[in-house]
């Protein structure tokens, strides 16, 4: 994958661009002037760059960055109304924000939110959507809908309780205050913390170990973890997290990462895994489970 605007995402003001670096990927939000603010079309663009994603073999992880000095500083409020609005429905429950956001959840592949400057309001929620967020010393962390007077879209608000408890969300949701990258990091918003000027080093050695690593392994255990997350206890919950315990002990057992990682490990090298089995693989462990869910 060239370095480019993923399809639809150019419009004066604000563009969603995607390019790669050997098997990293990284989305940039780009708002010049504006720290990045998302507009309509830059919400929008989310999907078909996450789709994009999903179906490139040669990509192993992906980064999701602002161009320059800030993440964003969150949606577009000149745009809100249209942001907000479901096309399909008529209500101001989500729209583009809840489209984008869900199709960076779920994108099978390990996702990072490099987090410099402002992440505030909406870029919460995209930075939410990513399995580990990573903090320059220099971020600040705001959640404003009180600011406003909007409700979020419920998506985002259970995503921010799961990550930081019910207190915590109520917390920075009534106050909307803004918390420096240590305080989010004690809050549970972030994993880690790295100084300002070691900060794109960093983000650059996690992201290739991720790309190292079996893909096999990170992919099944990011549906595992996803489905102990959103199935919850009881009979159900347990009989989905059988399911797809199954389906991926299956795979593994065929996708070559564990003898490659066997044998590499006795011969003291480091192995080269091969396997980044795509969305169909996760699609059909979704299906396995009776979800069926078409956006996995």
């Known amino acids: ?12 003001g604000g563009s969603v661009q995607v390019s790669q670096q050997g098997a990293i990927a990284t989305v940039t939000l ?13 919400w929008r663009a989310l999907e078909p760059a996450c789709a994009r994603l999903a179906d490139d073999g040669s990509v192993r992880a ?39 956001e869900a199709a960076l959840a779920g994108l099978h592949k390990p996702t990072i939110a490099a987090v410099e400057g402002y992440c505030l309001g909406g870029a919460w929620q995209i930075a939410a959507a990513c399995d580990i967020r990573l903090a320059s010393s220099a971020a600040t962390f705001g959640i404003t809908p009180a600011k406003i007077g909007i409700v979020y879209p419920t998506a985002g608000i259970e995503r921010l309780v799961r990550i930081a408890g019910p207190a915590t969300a109520k917390y920075l949701l009534f106050s909307g205050d803004f918390v420096d990258a240590e305080r989010a990091r004690v809050l549970g918003l972030v994993q880690a913390v790295h100084p300002a000027e070691a900060f794109w080093g960093e983000v650059d050695a996690f992201a290739e170990r991720l790309a190292s690593r079996s893909q096999l392994s990170i992919q099944a255990m990011k549906d595992i973890v996803d489905t102990i997350d959103s199935a919850g206890g009881g009979e159900h919950g347990r009989a989905q997290l059988a399911r797809a315990n199954e389906h991926w002990q299956q795979l593994m057992t065929t996708s070559g990462d564990a003898e490659t990682g066997v044998k590499a490990f006795l011969a003291k090298r480091t192995p080269e895994f091969t396997w980044n089995g795509g969305r169909d693989v996760q699609r059909h462990a979704r299906q396995s489970m009776g979800t069926g869910d078409p956006a996995l």
């Open 62 to 100: 992906v980064v999701v960055r602002g161009a320059g000095t800030d993440f964003s500083a969150g949606a577009d409020i000149s745009d809100l109304r249209a942001i907000l609005r479901d096309e399909d429905s008529g209500r101001h429950d989500g729209g583009a924000v809840a489209a984008g």
């Open 30 to 42: 780009s708002n010049p002037g504006r720290r990045n603010t998302m507009t309509e079309a830059m």
């Open 1 to 12: 994958m060239s370095a480019g605007t993923a399809p639809g995402a150019t419009e004066p």
